[in-house]
């Protein structure tokens, strides 16, 4: 399956959900905002919606700093 995250391409051997790809690229959910072929889900959704061939997805961290 052909995915674009963060506008590259990658490929992925089984469809995911959004909380596998996170766990995949070592991602906290609570740290970061995904946006679904521009739309937000609502983070408690991640478990069930699975990625679908040519999905578009941005995912964005938060950063602390100061």
Do not use: C, W
Request: proline content about 2%.
């Amino acid at each position: 399956m052909q995915i674009e995250v963060n506008g590259k391409s990658q490929y992925y051997s089984e469809a995911l959900t959004l909380d596998e790809l996170l766990s995949q690229h070592h991602l906290n959910k609570s740290m970061v905002v995904i946006e679904l072929n521009q739309t937000v889900p609502d983070k408690g959704q991640y478990g069930q919606i699975r990625i679908a061939e040519g999905d578009s997805l941005e995912i964005v961290k938060f950063m602390g700093g100061g």
